[in-house]
T-cell receptor
Framework: GQQLNQSPQSMFIQEGEDVSMNCTSS?????WLWYKQEPGEGPVLLIA?????ELTSNGRLTAQFGITRKDSFLNISASIPSDVGIYFC????????????FGKGTLLTVNP | DTAVSQTPKYLVTQMGNDKSIKCEQN?????MYWYKQDSKKFLKIMFS???????INETVPNRFSPKSPDKAHLNLHINSLELGDSAVYFC??????????FGDGTRLSIL
């Protein structure tokens, strides 16, 4: 089946630093989703991307849908302690948005 | 006013038992899902129902049986629980193929 390679696996940063993570797919996606999961909670949608080249922001978060349609990037600017969590990329498997494939996640730790 | 709510939040039980997890959404969505998150945090879809009809049924042991009494509810029954069933199970919902909204999970531990 389709696989999503998400990197880095984990990041340890100082408060105030910018963060960048990415996701690559073995096949073309028509949608890219970025979720954040905090301890003891379910994933929460951060940003949804629907068009190649699209750049979308949500506060300090910015995500881009790669031109090749096989990758996506998520950037967090001026990180704060509450940014801590696992960030997942996700995309439709077999072209159906009902069936999402998730990356393995990037664990972000922010030192105050 | 929780959007996707699952019960129970924690479930500790012995191997061989049968248990159920319930999920309800008040978002007016027509599609609901069950995911399994393993100890390495990998999320994998198990089942999906659209308007009470099963549309996704991944390679899951038939000890797992979903049931959708109406569009707002999707329950998961598990028979003869095994050690490997220990995981966090997430319910999610969506309007058609729009992004999915997740519940807070049920942490299942098998003794």
């Amino acid at each position: 089946g389709q696989q999503l390679n998400q990197s880095p696996q984990s990041m340890f940063i100082q408060e105030g630093e910018d963060v960048s993570m990415n996701c690559t797919s073995s096949s073309i996606f028509n949608t890219w989703l970025w979720y954040k999961q905090e301890p003891g909670e379910g994933p929460v949608l951060l940003i949804a991307l629907y068009k190649a080249g699209e750049l979308t922001s949500n506060g300090r978060l910015t995500a881009q849908f790669g031109i090749t349609r096989k990758d996506s990037f998520l950037n967090i600017s001026a990180s704060i302690p509450s940014d801590v969590g696992i960030y997942f990329c996700a995309g439709p498997s077999g072209g159906s948005n009902y069936k999402l494939t998730f990356g393995k996640g990037t664990l972000l730790t922010v030192n105050p | 006013d929780t959007a996707v709510s699952q019960t129970p939040k924690y479930l500790v039980t012995q191997m061989g038992n049968d248990k159920s997890i319930k999920c309800e959404q008040n978002l007016g969505h027509d599609t609901m899902y069950w995911y399994k998150q393993d100890s390495k945090k990998f999320l994998k879809i198990m089942f999906s129902y659209n308007n009470k009809e099963l549309i996704i049924n991944e390679t899951v042991p038939n000890r797992f049986s979903p049931k959708s009494p109406d569009k707002a509810h999707l329950n998961l029954h598990i028979n003869s629980l095994e050690l490997g069933d220990s995981a966090v199970y997430f319910c999610a919902s969506s309007r058609q193929q729009e992004p999915q909204h997740f519940g807070d999970g049920t942490r299942l531990s098998i003794l």
